[in-house]
């Protein structure tokens, strides 16, 4: 069965450790800033930070700050605070507060585009797949009516600074969208490779 290309973010599923329990941190975005998105990865306005802003990560080599889960804000058209998926871009008094997963152990399930992340023969050729590579990040394009993210990852290599390790294929349930490892556009689990606050740094992985 072959994958449909529906991207949704970054999407946190466990960590390194066990279960999902990775530390969520607070954030803020100006109220200028441009629209992010719930999954999307995010980096600092300044790198390396010192002011805790963030803005919603593009194709680089800039430590992430982490994944952008959901955000508060208080709105300038409704006077009273929103609590929200995803920060719209606009219509903000003041700073917007961001959640952001950056627990350096946590993994999160993403869509790929391209044959580089497919895997040949049975699913168990986990010899010829991209496993334990390092993978860059496309911007997609998010849902306004869901606040979802529209990232994935689509370009394998060995940049040492690329903001993600493949870590495992998804291959369960049979016939879901994603599972197809043999077709594009199918789902993989990532963990950070360049955040800021992995301990390793960017040129050891994960």
Do not use: H
């Not at 949704?8 to 390194?16: A, H, L, N």
């Not at 008094?93 to 399930?109: C, E, K, L, S």
């Amino acid at each position: 069965m072959s994958n449909n290309f529906a991207p949704f973010g970054f999407s946190p599923t466990s960590t390194s450790n066990g279960p999902m329990n990775w530390r969520v941190s607070v954030r803020r975005i100006a109220s200028t800033a441009g629209a992010i998105y719930k999954g999307d990865a995010v980096v600092p306005v300044t790198s390396p930070s010192t002011n805790g802003y963030i803005k919603q990560a593009t194709a680089s080599t800039v430590a992430l700050a982490g994944i952008f889960w959901g955000c508060q804000y208080l709105s300038t058209s409704q006077k009273r605070t929103v609590w929200s998926n995803y920060w719209p871009g606009s219509d903000a008094t003041g700073d917007v507060i961001a959640y952001v997963i950056d627990d350096p152990n946590a993994r999160f399930v993403v869509q790929t585009s391209g044959s580089s992340f497919q895997i040949s023969g049975t699913n168990t050729a986990f010899g010829t797949s991209p496993v334990g590579k390092l993978v860059q990040l496309n911007v997609g394009t998010g849902n306004t009516s869901t606040g979802i993210s529209g990232m994935y990852v689509d370009t394998v290599g060995t940049t040492a600074t690329y903001p993600f390790q493949v870590v495992d294929m998804v291959i369960d349930p049979p016939g879901a969208n994603g599972t197809d490892a043999t077709s594009v556009y199918n789902y993989v689990i990532v963990g950070f490779n360049n955040e800021m606050l992995r301990s390793n740094g960017a040129v050891t992985g994960i």
